[in-house]
């Protein structure tokens, strides 16, 4: 399972929230570097994560707006070495446990919501490769879809 998505570009690249939020966290930890943690109010709360950030410009309890810098982009923490990417992930605060499987940790299933079966359900990229899919296209379908509601 894959429960995010890693967006590859330059050093430096503005990094602009996928949707409405708060910021509860912009910081940094051991693992991911540089991140900042939105939360998206509405009917199913999420929890948008944007980690390998270079710098961040928001910070905690701020209120993002989507299409807003809120960083820019990096290999950091445990990226370090690697081309430099913003991996973003989107979880949830009430767990689904009927999305719980089999799977090799697919016990995380009921947290996490598939960044791709988001973008892919709304026919935003529906017949392209991952690697024909601009990186500007996930992440406006993330601005077009503000709540995170495709699942």
Same mark, same amino acid.
């Given at each position: 399972?894959?429960?995010?998505?890693?967006?590859?570009?330059? $050093? !430096?690249?503005?990094?602009?929230?996928? /949707?409405?939020? @708060? %910021?509860?966290?912009?910081?940094?930890?051991?693992?991911?570097?540089?991140?900042? &943690?939105?939360? =998206?109010?509405?009917?199913?709360?999420?929890?948008?994560?944007? =980690?390998?950030?270079?710098? @961040?410009?928001?910070?905690?309890? #701020? +209120?993002? =707006?989507?299409?807003?810098?809120?960083? /820019?982009?990096? %290999?950091?923490?445990?990226?370090?070495?690697?081309?430099?990417?913003?991996?973003? #992930?989107?979880?949830?605060? &009430?767990?689904?446990?009927?999305?719980?499987?089999?799977? /090799?940790?697919?016990?995380?299933?009921? +947290? +996490?919501?598939?960044? &791709? $079966?988001? @973008?892919?359900?709304?026919?935003?990229?529906?017949?392209?490769?991952? /690697? #024909? @899919?601009?990186?500007?296209? &996930?992440?406006?379908?993330?601005?077009?879809?503000?709540? !995170?509601?495709?699942?």
């Amino acid at each position: 399972m894959r429960k995010d998505i890693d967006i590859f570009g330059k $050093t !430096g690249t503005p990094v602009p929230s996928a /949707t409405d939020g @708060i %910021a509860l966290f912009a910081g940094e930890t051991a693992k991911d570097g540089k991140v900042v &943690l939105v939360l =998206v109010h509405g009917p199913r709360w999420r929890l948008h994560c944007f =980690v390998h950030l270079n710098s @961040i410009r928001t910070g905690a309890l #701020s +209120f993002v =707006v989507s299409g807003e810098t809120i960083g /820019t982009l990096a %290999a950091n923490g445990n990226a370090q070495g690697k081309p430099p990417h913003l991996r973003h #992930s989107i979880g949830r605060i &009430l767990p689904a446990p009927w999305k719980v499987d089999g799977a /090799t940790q697919g016990h995380k299933k009921r +947290f +996490f919501l598939s960044i &791709l $079966t988001l @973008i892919y359900s709304n026919g935003d990229c529906r017949g392209q490769t991952l /690697t #024909s @899919i601009h990186p500007s296209a &996930l992440l406006a379908h993330s601005a077009s879809n503000r709540h !995170g509601q495709g699942e």
